[in-house]
């Protein structure tokens, strides 16, 4: 006599009211993601364009809102993945943990930045009448920390946000949890972003340009649609 296998029961279904709650969480994180790298990026800007940063009037305070609202981009883009995980797996698994992973590397890239902005904060304080060779030799490790963290934006918010449309984009567009225009955005806009970080990479085109400006902006409208939608409407109840 043979004994049949045991089937593995099927995962628990979310149940409708999570699912809701989810969607707001997540939605709300995307959100905040824009409300606090905007205006970080302006909050940041003396440290990012001067070169002599480290030996003028230097505006710290300033700096460090602006490495605290990164802080919080970062914060915010973990959480997103984290709030959609027990939704996604249902309808991709493998591609569900992918947008974790993409979203818990892109986070740690920009703390790398934060930390190295933090650290040109400190050489300016300690700098205070420095002259001579010492002055060149601080001058030249801000420029060096300045430029980690010109690198750490272009690996982090550029390329992962483009890995982070394609998977996330991917699976909201097959469980039409969301109308189909909404991750279309982001799958149109990936492979622009794509392209654009990459020569950016390579020496082909400036990181701060007008190409790789217009090729952010279908990503960028795809993560602001998503998050609107998400805390207006939520997710469509569909199976997996």
Same mark, same amino acid.
């Not at 939704?87 to 986070?107: I, P």
């Given at each position: 006599?043979?004994?049949?296998?045991?089937?593995?029961?099927?995962?628990?279904?979310?149940?409708? =009211?999570?699912?809701?709650?989810?969607?707001?969480? $997540?939605?709300? /994180?995307?959100?905040? *993601?824009?409300?606090?790298?905007?205006?970080?990026?302006?909050?940041?800007?003396?440290?990012?364009?001067?070169?002599?940063?480290?030996?003028?009037?230097?505006?710290? *305070?300033?700096?460090? %809102?602006?490495?605290?609202?990164?802080?919080?981009?970062?914060?915010?883009?973990? =959480?997103?993945?984290? #709030?959609?995980?027990?939704?996604?797996?249902?309808?991709?698994?493998?591609?569900?943990?992918?947008?974790?992973?993409?979203?818990?590397?892109?986070?740690?890239?920009?703390?790398?930045?934060?930390?190295?902005?933090?650290?040109?904060?400190?050489?300016?304080?300690?700098?205070?009448?420095?002259?001579?060779?010492? #002055?060149?030799?601080?001058?030249?490790?801000?420029?060096?920390?300045?430029?980690?963290?010109? %690198? *750490?934006?272009?690996?982090?918010?550029?390329?992962?946000?483009?890995?982070?449309?394609?998977? /996330? =984009?991917?699976?909201?567009?097959?469980?039409? /949890?969301?109308?189909?225009?909404?991750?279309?955005?982001?799958?149109?806009?990936?492979?622009?972003?794509? #392209?654009?970080?990459?020569? $950016?990479?390579?020496?082909?085109?400036?990181?701060?340009?007008?190409?790789?400006?217009? $090729? *952010? /902006?279908?990503?960028?409208? %795809?993560?602001?649609?998503?998050?609107? %939608?998400?805390?207006?409407?939520?997710?469509?109840?569909?199976?997996?």
């Amino acid at each position: 006599m043979t004994l049949s296998a045991p089937i593995a029961p099927l995962a628990e279904p979310v149940p409708a =009211g999570a699912t809701r709650t989810h969607a707001r969480v $997540a939605g709300l /994180l995307y959100l905040v *993601t824009f409300v606090s790298s905007i205006p970080a990026l302006l909050l940041l800007g003396p440290v990012l364009d001067r070169a002599d940063y480290v030996l003028g009037a230097g505006a710290d *305070t300033r700096v460090r %809102w602006g490495c605290f609202l990164d802080l919080v981009n970062a914060g915010a883009c973990v =959480g997103t993945a984290v #709030a959609l995980f027990p939704v996604l797996r249902r309808h991709g698994e493998a591609r569900a943990l992918g947008f974790v992973a993409s979203r818990m590397f892109e986070a740690a890239v920009i703390v790398v930045g934060v930390v190295s902005l933090l650290a040109v904060v400190t050489l300016h304080r300690d700098a205070a009448g420095a002259t001579g060779a010492e #002055a060149t030799s601080l001058v030249t490790t801000g420029q060096a920390l300045v430029a980690v963290r010109d %690198w *750490t934006f272009l690996i982090g918010p550029s390329f992962m946000a483009a890995i982070n449309a394609l998977l /996330l =984009g991917s699976l909201l567009y097959g469980a039409r /949890l969301v109308p189909r225009w909404i991750p279309t955005l982001g799958l149109v806009g990936a492979p622009l972003l794509l #392209a654009a970080s990459t020569a $950016a990479f390579f020496g082909f085109i400036e990181q701060v340009s007008a190409p790789a400006a217009v $090729a *952010t /902006l279908p990503v960028a409208a %795809w993560e602001l649609a998503v998050g609107i %939608w998400m805390v207006a409407k939520g997710f469509r109840a569909t199976p997996a």
